[in-house]
């Protein structure tokens, strides 16, 4: 079992930056894959980015490449989304979620995740 918090949500600037944080519990969140997620209001959650469990593996989806990072520290049971010049279109909740199988960094799917946090709402203005 790993239970997730997320936080670092806000309301922002187009251009601003933000840092969204994800503290697990559990014996097992450095055996995971970890990942982002967002959902757009009537959309279902779309991946931002994905971390293998020893960090080593990284995934985006071409709309943050260049802007986002995800960063992981498995001492500290932490999970990072670093979001730089953010865009009015970045506007979701936005989902940390565990994949206790370590596979969702080659097939970064919903379905993978078997842990999710609750979300924590970002807002850019234009």
Request: glycine residues 8%.
């Amino acid at each position: 079992q790993v239970q997730l918090v997320e936080s670092g949500g806000g309301f922002v600037q187009a251009g601003d930056s933000l840092r969204l944080s994800c503290a697990a519990s559990g014996r097992t969140f450095s055996t995971c894959a970890m990942g982002w997620f967002r959902q757009f209001p009537g959309k279902e959650r779309d991946v931002v980015a994905v971390i293998s469990s020893k960090g080593l593996t990284t995934y985006y989806t071409d709309s943050v490449k260049g802007r986002f990072t995800i960063s992981r520290d498995n001492a500290k049971n932490t999970v990072n989304l670093q979001m730089n010049s953010l865009k009015p279109e970045d506007t979701a909740v936005y989902y940390c979620a565990a994949d206790p199988n370590n596979v969702a960094q080659y097939s970064p799917r919903a379905d993978r995740f078997n842990y999710w946090g609750r979300g924590t709402q970002v807002t850019v203005s234009s």
